[in-house]
């Protein structure tokens, strides 16, 4: 399995950027497709995942901002960012895995794994 991410890039704040990932190889018929990122320092962050169903989630850092979709034709899972802000700025990662989201009360969240990754892709916000 391959997950590959295009190129980021760097943009002022409250521009927007648009990430793709092309992923190729993986054969699940129930499976999750997430963004991570990881800033210089921190700790990798998830923030959003898309299952097979098409439903989605968001961590709060970028809920309303960024959008996760997938492209089933062309096997492409893209990254929507807006209102980009300093803060945002990180390597992000596109990582593929078997599951679905569920709903786990109070909230949906994903049961999936975190298989295959792709090798990272720079974004730059600057103020």
């Known amino acids: 399995v391959h997950m590959v991410e295009t190129v980021g890039g760097s943009v002022q704040a409250g521009g927007s950027l648009r990430l793709s990932c092309a992923a190729s190889g993986y054969t699940y018929s129930r499976y999750c497709m997430f963004w991570f990122r990881q800033s210089p320092g921190k700790e990798r962050e998830r923030i959003a995942v898309?299952?097979?169903?098409?439903?989605?989630s968001y961590e709060d850092s970028v809920k309303g901002r960024f959008t996760i979709s997938e492209d089933k034709s062309k096997n492409i899972l893209y990254l929507q960012m807006d209102s980009l802000k300093p803060q945002d700025t990180a390597m992000y990662y596109c990582v593929a895995g078997e599951g679905a989201i569920r709903f786990s009360f109070p909230t949906w969240r994903p049961f999936c794994d975190y298989t295959y990754w792709g090798q990272g892709t720079q974004v730059t916000v600057s103020s």
């Open positions: 898309i299952d097979s169903t098409g439903r989605t």
